[in-house]
């Protein structure tokens, strides 16, 4: 059974820092690309960072320069992170596949809230 479980989330203040992880089970990443993904209240799922097998890296614009994701292939272990965070970045963040997800493969994924 493949399983990706995500964590890392909490709540900061804005410009604070968290690190996200996503563990794989069932399922060796090093082949895959991956990516996190993030969904806020009432807005769609958005891919917000990548990373290719050769841990080509690839940002959105609202995150670069402030989000790093990275990988770990004997840890089966891809994570995100965040720094100088805004509130903007409250949402729930997921990881999964990319840049096209594998449906039956989401996680619960993690909260992440930014607020003063």
């Known amino acids: 059974q493949v399983q990706l479980v995500e964590s890392g989330g909490g709540l900061v203040q804005p410009g604070e820092s968290l690190r996200l992880s996503c563990v794989a089970s069932g399922l060796e990443l090093r082949s895959l690309a991956m990516g996190w993904y993030r969904q806020a209240p009432g807005q769609e799922r958005d891919l917000v960072a990548s990373?290719?097998?050769?841990?080509?890296?690839k940002y959105s614009d609202s995150v670069k320069g402030r989000f790093t994701i990275s990988r770990d292939n004997a840890k089966n272990t891809v994570w995100l992170q965040m720094n100088n965070l805004k509130p903007d970045d409250t949402a729930l963040y997921y990881c999964n596949t990319a840049p096209r997800p594998v449906v039956n493969m989401w996680g619960q994924g993690t909260q992440v809230t930014v607020s003063s």
């Open positions: 990373i290719s097998s050769d841990a080509t890296t």
